[in-house]
């Protein structure tokens, strides 16, 4: 494939969006992400997060190779079958011209199948079409040459024809997407096409038929850490870009050493070097912290904040609190530099699976265990908010707290009986609360920030004991590095931001019927919310759009009474 042909993605997406074993779409055709045991890693950047890495159990992180003069991620093509807009004939896409991707006979384009199948075990084949236009019917003899074509009449299943040569019965799509509409004619063959060279797998999972760009074909599973103190500063920096040397030095040996190698640059003393360099010494390497620990220690250093200096990575200071906020919100700080770290450590298919690293169910990145992972960093900017304990603690305790909680723990479990998915307790009444009220600031701060939705985030801090967001900025590219989000957290620009907010989402365009619906979105698993009022670009949310109640934030909406916020204003 000529250089100009190949597709292009940025390194962000390469984490989050395109990750290893996901379909990547570049114009007419259909590319999958190779693991990383294909990659060559001499032009993948080094990324150091140790307390991520720790978590995640390898050494380190290295972004994907960009730049024209880089090596490429490598990709295969899949599906394989390929059918011919001209004379419809399907086929693996090497039956035809496989260099130039064309039908011998039409000279057309191919077009890759529309449909794939998956099963939850992470696995993905090509969907059977020979298998459905000769299942309940004996195999004839003689050649298979198949074909797909539309009738016209309508966009349906019903109207795609599968037929052959041979001359079985042609048989229509409909009904292939029915939860086991392939159980009886093809199992899963436990196929790893993201891993070229791996063995398949064994798999007892039944296959389901899902279209080619749908959002259930990859889940990926990436988990996140701020850099914090002491780990931010510029001597930890300089620490981990020169971990390999420095962690065999004996420490008289390293003071003699530092001076050479620290010199010329700005922001380090020897002292401070020896600090860090004794505090990661210290670690115990053999523990690794859960996602809730790296959040509980986040959540710490956002309250205790941090002056830092120019070249630290986390800058993070109190400001005053507005008295109009106050019966709300506790605290306030202004996180001039922020850096994040993206780490992609599996994915599922079919369903979103639980993403602590030993979910067995969640497909590896490489064949062997390899020392690294695929990850992004981010250089932003945000704004830290944290609620009054009191306040939130005494609205749990209301009915209309316990009842939204209940609606949506009844979800859970009917999702649970459906999918045959292990179960999975409903997250708190304070935790859907904290998680709505991140989505109405969100949206306001990017209508006075200027910045476009898709580029800001949130951090949702939820635990016992803890009622914190973070809305920073979650772009690598031009859009998330425009500043003035931080400056909106001066005392009467955010209560501004923050009233305005709850007053949006006191009323949504669709209500009644946003504010009066059961559960709704994905699985049920949202209450009073819809794109008129909390949902968010995909980008912006760390827990998939779900988890949200605009009625557990400002109340039921005939007397708007009962809502974390009702009686704070």
């Known amino acids: 494939m000529a250089t100009a042909d190949r597709p292009k993605a940025r390194q962000s997406q390469l ?169 009886d004619i093809k199992k899963c063959g436990g196929k790893r096409p993201w891993l070229p060279d791996a063995p398949d797998e064994l798999c007892e999972k039944p296959l389901r038929t899902l ?123 202004r996180a001039n530099r922020l850096r994040e770290v993206r780490a992609l450590h599996g994915f599922s298919r079919v369903t979103p699976m639980p993403t602590d690293t030993s979910n067995p169910r969640l497909a590896r990145l490489s064949e062997s265990h390899l020392n690294w992972l695929p990850a992004t960093e981010i250089l932003g900017e945000g704004i830290f908010v944290r609620l009054d304990e009191s306040a939130v603690s005494e609205w749990e305790e209301q009915s209309l707290a316990e009842e939204r909680h209940e609606l949506l723990a009844r979800s859970m479990q009917r999702r649970s009986t459906e999918s045959g998915a292990p179960g999975v307790a409903a997250p708190s009444a304070r935790f859907v609360a904290i998680h709505s009220l991140a989505h109405a600031l969100l949206q306001e701060l990017s209508l006075d920030a200027g910045y476009p939705i898709g580029s800001l985030r949130e951090r949702i801090y939820a635990e016992e004991g803890q009622a914190g967001l973070l809305i920073y900025t979650a772009s690598s590219d031009a859009a998330g590095s425009l500043g003035g989000l931080a400056a909106l957290a001066d005392e009467q620009r955010f209560a501004d931001s923050l009233i305005a907010a709850l007053s949006r989402a006191g009323w949504c365009s669709n209500d009644p019927v946003c504010s009066e619906s059961g559960p709704s979105g994905t699985d049920g698993l949202n209450l009073a919310a819809c794109h008129a009022c909390l949902l968010l670009p995909e980008t912006s949310c760390e827990h998939r759009n779900i988890f949200l109640d605009r009625v557990a934030l400002v109340g039921d909406i005939d007397s708007m009474t009962g809502g974390l916020v009702s009686d704070s204003w």
């Open 15 to 183: 984490v989050t969006t395109y990750g290893v074993g996901a379909l990547f779409p570049a114009g007419d055709q259909s590319f999958m992400i190779c693991g990383i045991d294909q990659w060559d890693d001499r032009w993948s950047p080094t990324v150091e997060e140790p307390r991520l890495a720790r978590s995640l159990g390898v050494h380190t992180f290295r972004s994907p190779a960009s730049g024209k003069r880089t090596g490429d991620v490598p990709v295969v093509r899949f599906p394989t079958y390929h059918y011919c807009p001209g004379c419809r004939r399907l086929d693996r896409y090497w039956m035809f011209d496989p260099r130039k991707m064309q039908c011998q006979n039409c000279v057309r384009d191919l077009t890759p199948s529309r449909f794939v199948a998956c099963c939850e075990n992470g696995h993905i084949e090509d969907f059977p079409y020979f298998q459905w236009i000769h299942r309940g019917s004996e195999l004839p003899a003689g050649p298979h040459e198949m074909t797909l074509e539309s009738q016209g009449a309508s966009s349906s299943l019903a109207d795609i024809v599968v037929r052959c040569s041979c001359g079985a019965p042609p048989h229509n799509l409909d009904g292939s997407f029915g939860r086991s509409a392939l159980s």
């Open 211 to 333: 279209q080619r760009g749908s959002s259930n074909v990859w889940f990926g599973a990436v988990r996140s850490s701020i850099s914090i103190p002491p780990w931010s500063s510029p001597s930890a920096q300089f620490v981990t870009k020169y971990w390999a040397v420095l962690e065999h030095l004996p420490e008289t040996a390293l003071v003699q050493a530092l001076p050479g190698m620290i010199a010329g640059r700005t922001g380090l003393a020897i002292d401070s070097v020896v600090d860090v360099v004794r505090q990661r010494r210290g670690l115990d390497t053999s523990l690794q912290p859960s996602d809730k620990d790296l959040r509980d220690e986040e959540y710490r250093a956002l309250l205790d904040g941090n002056d830092g200096g120019p070249l630290d990575t986390f800058q993070c200071v109190t400001v005053d609190v507005d008295v109009r906020v106050r019966a709300l919100v506790a605290q306030v700080s």
